[in-house]
């Protein structure tokens, strides 16, 4: 009962106005006598902020026993409604709709007409490239040619059989690649980055044994597509971020060259755009990541991407994401908390019910990362304890290990260490448990569980002495990724200067970046 409630109430909240209003008028024109509940329903549940079922039933003549079977049919006429209103703006819907008529003037023996139809789903499906439905239109006009005299040209039937032929490659090629890309995103969301040499073995040996082969000329747009995820998810896994980079900006011409593309796949564009600016963060080419940051909020601006609820989710996450690393590329931690966190409180608050905990749990640690840089640990506390005291089991295993570490860092920078020995144990044993413990980890944990032992006067010492041992797994094929998420070098370094965390970063990102001054 919760989660239907749940789902007719967030079916409502997304609806726009124009949807709305034109739901009302869809439902007066069907509504009888018997169902005017229904809308007195749709009426309450607009006006409420969360789902009561006390007030739904004090506020209308629906009874208990009645309301379960309203609300289902609510959600069946809104969904009815949305389809109506959007058939034109979906060329999805567009070739179902032609495919069900079809069907319906198949039955009646019209097989002519019924064939008139299943022509202009094809000619949309061709366009949009929906290899799948475009397979059950042929196949259903396959069958009416070869049941029925349709007097079509002698040739059809062997025209049809080399198309569906034809479109079985093509569908073959289009869900090996999926496949493909699917299954690497899922290995990156469980594990993350390679951590060793087995990892290494396993990722490239698993890539290559499904790679399937393929003429790359006779690839269209959504193999070409799927083509590129892959490359990038096999190399960002491998933390290759050089062939990141070339195989997301490929990701992105190839919606340059085809007109549609945009309007066609709008997450996938998105998608692209985020890998490219992903790729060139962690390669630190700040000018670049500029520009292309840039372009991509220019776009969003001009209306050149599609807006739905799908993309406003990814328009919200990517944007922010790369407004804050932006901000860390640069040093300017205490500017970023200004400009970029109270309007992100605020978008997430709405956004959130939208939003996968992976998500939501990736902003938490940008912004306790922003935090941190601006020295404000209590709240960078705030937002790792968010990450490590979620029990979602799909969280990557990367975030949480690392959301620790910056835990025990800001403990210890903020004086909130009277528990420190805890603390120290529990990431110890986290660290363990997920068999993640390697030597920048190692090193961490030993230099937290001695620093108690040290007097005051030794501590930079001791910092001097990390940073030695950290610095040589700076590059390190497989230790490296603990700095993709945490700037530890840069804190050791405040530590040894008497400096703060932003005014290494800024002074290190001055001295490369002299010309953009």
């Given at each position: 009962?919760?989660?239907?409630?749940?789902?007719?109430?967030?079916?409502?909240?997304?609806?726009?106005?124009?949807?709305?209003?034109?739901?009302?008028?869809?439902?007066?024109?069907?509504?009888?006598?018997?169902?005017?509940?229904?809308?007195?329903?749709?009426?309450?549940?607009?006006?409420?902020?969360?789902?009561?079922?006390?007030?739904?039933?004090?506020?209308?003549?629906?009874?208990?026993?009645?309301?379960?079977?309203?609300?289902?049919?609510?959600?069946?006429?809104?969904?009815?409604?949305?389809?109506?209103?959007?058939?034109?703006?979906?060329?999805?819907?567009?070739?179902?709709?032609?495919?069900?008529?079809?069907?319906?003037?198949?039955?009646?023996?019209?097989?002519?007409?019924?064939?008139?139809?299943?022509?202009?789903?094809?000619?949309?499906?061709?366009?949009?490239?929906?290899?799948?439905?475009?397979?059950?239109?042929?196949?259903?006009?396959?069958?009416?040619?070869?049941?029925?005299?349709?007097?079509?040209?002698?040739?059809?039937?062997?025209?049809?059989?080399?198309?569906?032929?034809?479109?079985?490659?093509?569908?073959?090629?289009?869900?090996?690649?999926?496949?493909?890309?699917?299954?690497?995103?899922?290995?990156?969301?469980?594990?993350?980055?390679?951590?060793?040499?087995?990892?290494?073995?396993?990722?490239?040996?698993?890539?290559?044994?499904?790679?399937?082969?393929?003429?790359?000329?006779?690839?269209?747009?959504?193999?070409?597509?799927?083509?590129?995820?892959?490359?990038?998810?096999?190399?960002?896994?491998?933390?290759?971020?050089?062939?990141?980079?070339?195989?997301?900006?490929?990701?992105?011409?190839?919606?340059?060259?085809?007109?549609?593309?945009?309007?066609?796949?709008?997450?996938?564009?998105?998608?692209?755009?985020?890998?490219?600016?992903?790729?060139?963060?962690?390669?630190?080419?700040?000018?670049?990541?500029?520009?292309?940051?840039?372009?991509?909020?220019?776009?969003?601006?001009?209306?050149?991407?599609?807006?739905n609820e799908n993309t406003k989710v990814l328009i919200f996450i990517y944007t922010y994401t790369n407004r804050i690393n932006k901000h860390y590329m640069n040093g300017t931690f205490c500017d970023g908390v200004k400009k970029i966190i109270p309007s992100l409180i605020v978008n997430l608050k709405k956004m959130s019910k939208y939003m996968d905990t992976h998500y939501i749990m990736i902003l938490y640690y940008k912004m306790a990362c922003l935090y941190f840089g601006s020295g404000n640990y209590p709240k960078t506390i705030q937002y790792l304890s968010n990450i490590i005291e979620n029990k979602k089991i799909h969280i990557q295993k990367d975030l949480q290990c690392f959301a620790r570490l910056l835990h025990l860092i800001a403990s210890y920078e903020s004086g909130m260490d009277e528990n420190m020995d805890?603390?120290?144990?529990?990431?110890?044993?986290?660290?363990?448990?997920?068999?993640?413990?390697?030597?920048?980890?190692?090193?961490?944990?030993?230099?937290?569980?001695?620093?108690?032992?040290?007097?005051?006067?030794?501590?930079?010492?001791?910092?001097?002495?990390?940073?030695?041992?950290?610095?040589?797994?700076?590059?390190?094929?497989?230790?490296?990724?603990?700095?993709?998420?945490?700037?530890?070098?840069?804190?050791?370094?405040?530590?040894?200067?008497?400096?703060?965390?932003?005014?290494?970063?800024?002074?290190?990102?001055?001295?490369?970046?002299?010309?953009?001054?």
């Amino acid at each position: 009962m919760k989660n239907q409630s749940d789902y007719l109430f967030l079916l409502i909240q997304t609806m726009s106005k124009s949807e709305k209003r034109n739901f009302k008028l869809y439902a007066n024109s069907i509504k009888k006598h018997k169902n005017v509940k229904f809308l007195e329903l749709f009426e309450i549940m607009m006006k409420i902020n969360f789902y009561d079922e006390k007030k739904i039933l004090k506020n209308t003549t629906i009874t208990k026993i009645q309301l379960s079977n309203i609300k289902k049919y609510l959600y069946h006429k809104i969904l009815k409604s949305l389809k109506i209103q959007h058939i034109q703006k979906n060329y999805d819907l567009q070739i179902h709709e032609y495919l069900d008529f079809s069907k319906i003037l198949y039955n009646k023996g019209l097989y002519i007409h019924s064939l008139k139809l299943i022509k202009k789903a094809k000619n949309i499906a061709k366009n949009y490239e929906c290899n799948s439905i475009l397979f059950e239109l042929l196949e259903f006009e396959k069958m009416i040619e070869s049941q029925h005299i349709t007097r079509s040209l002698c040739t059809k039937s062997s025209e049809l059989s080399v198309e569906s032929k034809e479109l079985l490659e093509i569908i073959k090629y289009n869900n090996a690649l999926s496949n493909l890309s699917l299954e690497l995103y899922g290995l990156y969301l469980k594990v993350g980055y390679v951590r060793n040499e087995k990892d290494r073995i396993f990722i490239e040996t698993y890539f290559r044994t499904n790679f399937p082969k393929f003429n790359f000329n006779k690839l269209r747009f959504y193999e070409k597509l799927f083509l590129y995820q892959s490359q990038v998810w096999y190399h960002y896994i491998r933390q290759d971020f050089i062939m990141c980079y070339r195989y997301s900006y490929k990701w992105i011409c190839l919606f340059q060259d085809y007109s549609n593309a945009k309007k066609i796949a709008p997450v996938s564009y998105l998608k692209g755009f985020h890998h490219l600016l992903d790729s060139l963060f962690y390669l630190n080419y700040y000018s670049k990541f500029s520009y292309v940051l840039e372009k991509f909020e220019k776009e969003i601006t001009n209306g050149e991407i599609t807006i739905n609820e799908n993309t406003k989710v990814l328009i919200f996450i990517y944007t922010y994401t790369n407004r804050i690393n932006k901000h860390y590329m640069n040093g300017t931690f205490c500017d970023g908390v200004k400009k970029i966190i109270p309007s992100l409180i605020v978008n997430l608050k709405k956004m959130s019910k939208y939003m996968d905990t992976h998500y939501i749990m990736i902003l938490y640690y940008k912004m306790a990362c922003l935090y941190f840089g601006s020295g404000n640990y209590p709240k960078t506390i705030q937002y790792l304890s968010n990450i490590i005291e979620n029990k979602k089991i799909h969280i990557q295993k990367d975030l949480q290990c690392f959301a620790r570490l910056l835990h025990l860092i800001a403990s210890y920078e903020s004086g909130m260490d009277e528990n420190m020995d805890q603390k120290i144990r529990s990431t110890y044993k986290f660290f363990i448990k997920v068999d993640d413990l390697y030597m920048v980890q190692k090193e961490m944990i030993n230099f937290f569980k001695n620093l108690g032992k040290v007097y005051p006067h030794q501590t930079k010492i001791q910092f001097k002495k990390l940073k030695e041992k950290l610095v040589k797994y700076y590059n390190h094929p497989y230790e490296k990724r603990t700095f993709l998420y945490l700037d530890i070098i840069s804190w050791l370094s405040s530590k040894i200067e008497n400096k703060s965390v932003e005014s290494v970063i800024r002074e290190k990102f001055i001295k490369k970046n002299k010309n953009l001054q």
